[in-house]
């Protein structure tokens, strides 16, 4: 099993990036699949989530009307979709998969106790 994520880069505020997390070697469409973030100094957070197998999402208070997760599962992709982006964005973020047993259990949750890719940086300069 492998996640690999893409798509950080340094960008102005006010810009928009999209990040992208392909899976391979797991059944894409049973799973939760979370992308998180760690800023320096500070404890990694959940940002959204999407639940694959009915497309459900979820998204923390500080992104949700900015930050959108998509996927695709021809390519067993994951999006995240950054708009409007904020120095305070500025973190490496990760994405994590894990089965989801029930589409009533908790996506970040589910995803967080799963495989976890390599992070990819995303820099927000004022």
């Known amino acids: 099993v492998q996640l690999q994520a893409s798509g950080g880069g340094l960008v102005q505020a006010g810009d928009s990036l999209r990040l992208s997390c392909a899976a391979s070697?797991?059944?894409?469409?049973?799973?939760?699949l979370g992308w998180f973030r760690q800023a320096p100094g500070k404890e990694r957070e959940g940002v959204s989530c999407?639940?694959?197998?009915?497309?459900?999402?979820y998204s923390d208070d500080s992104v949700k009307d900015r930050f959108t997760v998509s996927n695709d599962n021809a390519k067993k992709t994951v999006y995240l979709e950054m708009n409007r982006l904020k120095p305070e964005d500025t973190a490496v973020y990760y994405c994590?998969?894990?089965?989801?047993?029930?589409?009533?259990?908790?996506?970040?949750?589910?995803?967080?106790?799963?495989?976890w890719g390599q992070g990819t940086l995303v820099t927000v300069s004022s």
């Open positions: 994590a998969a894990n089965f989801l047993p029930h589409v009533a259990h908790p996506c970040m949750i589910t995803a967080a106790r799963g495989v």
């Open positions: 070697g797991l059944t894409f469409s049973s799973r939760a």
């Open positions: 999407i639940k694959i197998s009915d497309g459900s999402t």
